[in-house]
């Protein structure tokens, strides 16, 4: 680390130590929105791709359809922008500056433009001396640019940690979250402090990422595939290091985006990507083109049934579990406990065998860990069929699709 950034970053960090916690009041469940990252990269082509390249115009298009049809009405909110926003310099005063070109109104503008349809604007940087991309990096800026940033009325960082040592997030992150605080402007604070830490196959501080960080990603980027989809499930119910017991309400683990609508996945593989985003309290962030989105993919991320396992107060992710006696290369069970109602549970089933037929098997409550001897109501959750009421001791009769999903809400009687 440069000399100069370590004895800052020295006197900075005395300051962060007197912060018991992240206490923004943002966060309290996993934030949803969209951001365009997944599905646009670093396309700046506006030339020959005006209505794929990143720009505001993207931006506004999004918003008008996040709030006319119906995604704001079940939560979604923060409009986010990812790398390749920036002009390629600072300004005279080394202030931060969009591409005069891609958005020529501004930051502002366009946080205003969110702020009036009831939306909230999320931006992108990196602690770094540049971004993923070569955009101009917060390095020696980080204070100046927190101040921008709320300046400009942005309601959330995601703060990327590319061309960096990983060790330095460890600092880095826990000053940009102070400085955040110190705008006075509540700003959601994303951060790829620990994913940047497992690449390098550093034990991570969760407990640290956890207390100055509202979402963190920890695992690969996501990808249009279902190969994609399942590697971070199975990392997830794996649960390395530990770091889901630092999930709950104001700090969620992030798995990232959601690339239901996109090219990659069947529709029982966005169903299970949907539904397991929302066991596991993930961020329901979409990356896609809600301007061309087939029906049945609209329906599944504005399932109210589905975003209420994601909403629940509680802000418990899902574990995996494993009942004695049940061996399946193929079968992954997962309970998540909720509160509303009081003492219900999400119970998912996911069965990545790829054999052209429905797998078929019974389970009993009491196998996976339900344990109310008055027993339970059972509903499937997408569609919201009643299943019947069953004693923890009677066996379920499920069929799950290959790389198919069957979630039920299990209400205590
Ligand atoms: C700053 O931190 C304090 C103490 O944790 C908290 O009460 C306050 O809400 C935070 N303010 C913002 C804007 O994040
Ligand atoms: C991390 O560990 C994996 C598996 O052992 C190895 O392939 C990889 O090269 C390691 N990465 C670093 C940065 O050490
Ligand atoms: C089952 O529940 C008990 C008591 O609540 C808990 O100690 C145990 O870890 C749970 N087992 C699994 C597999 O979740
Ligand atoms: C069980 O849930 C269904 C909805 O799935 C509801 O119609 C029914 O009244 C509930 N039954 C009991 C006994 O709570
Ligand atoms: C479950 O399957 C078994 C055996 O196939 C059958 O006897 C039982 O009636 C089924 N239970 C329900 C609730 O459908
Ligand atoms: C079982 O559920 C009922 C209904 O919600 C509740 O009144 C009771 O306290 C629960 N029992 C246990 C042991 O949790």
Redesign the pocket.
């Known amino acids: 680390m440069d000399r100069r950034l370590m004895k800052w970053a020295m006197v900075s960090l005395t300051l962060v130590q007197t912060?018991?916690?992240l206490?923004?009041?943002l966060a309290r469940t996993p934030p949803m929105g969209w951001l365009d990252w997944e599905r646009f990269r670093c396309n700046v082509d506006c030339v020959n791709d005006p209505d794929n390249c990143i720009s505001e115009k993207l931006f506004m298009q999004m918003a008008d359809i996040i709030v006319a049809e119906g995604y704001k009405d079940v939560g979604y909110e923060y409009v986010c922008i990812d790398d390749c926003w920036l002009a390629e310099s600072r300004d005279e005063h080394g202030r931060l500056m969009a591409d005069p070109e891609r958005f020529p109104s501004g930051i502002k503008a366009l946080a205003d433009y969110m702020h009036t349809r009831g939306l909230k604007l999320g931006i992108y940087e990196d602690f770094g001396q540049t971004t993923c991309d070569k955009y101009p990096g917060s390095e020696f800026f980080l204070q100046q640019d927190a101040q921008t940033f709320a300046d400009w009325g942005v309601d959330l960082l995601k703060l990327d940690a590319c061309n960096l040592n990983a060790a330095d997030n460890d600092y880095g992150f826990p000053i940009m979250s102070f400085y955040?605080?110190q705008?006075?402007?509540?700003i959601l604070f994303s951060c790829d402090w620990a994913v940047y830490q497992y690449y390098d196959n550093m034990s991570i501080d969760y407990a640290a990422v956890a207390k100055y960080c509202n979402i963190w990603r920890n695992y690969h980027d996501m990808q249009d595939s279902w190969d994609s989809v399942m590697n971070t499930v199975e990392y997830f119910g794996t649960n390395q290091g530990g770091f889901q017991q630092h999930v709950g309400p104001g700090s969620f683990s992030d798995p990232d985006m959601l690339i239901v609508g996109d090219f990659g996945l069947s529709y029982d593989q966005q169903r299970v990507h949907m539904g397991m985003w929302a066991m596991l309290a993930a961020p329901l962030i979409m990356s896609n083109d809600l301007r061309h989105i087939d029906p049945k993919s609209k329906a599944l991320l504005q399932n109210r049934r589905v975003l209420a396992i994601n909403q629940d107060p509680l802000g418990h992710p899902a574990t995996r579990v494993t009942p004695q006696g049940f061996n399946s290369q193929t079968l992954s069970l997962w309970t998540k406990p909720l509160i509303k109602p009081q003492g219900s549970f999400a119970v998912a089933i996911v069965n990545k065998d790829i054999q052209g037929t429905p797998t078929r098997f019974s389970i009993r409550l009491a196998d996976l860990n339900l344990s109310n001897n008055s027993g339970y109501n059972l509903t499937e959750v997408f569609d919201g069929l009643a299943m019947g009421v069953y004693s923890i001791s009677k066996p379920i009769n499920i069929s799950v699709n290959p790389t198919g999903i069957v979630l039920f809400q299990a209400v205590p009687v």
């Not at 705008?183 to 509540?186: E, F, H, N, V």
């Open positions: 912060i018991q916690a206490d923004n009041g955040l605080n705008t006075g402007r509540p």
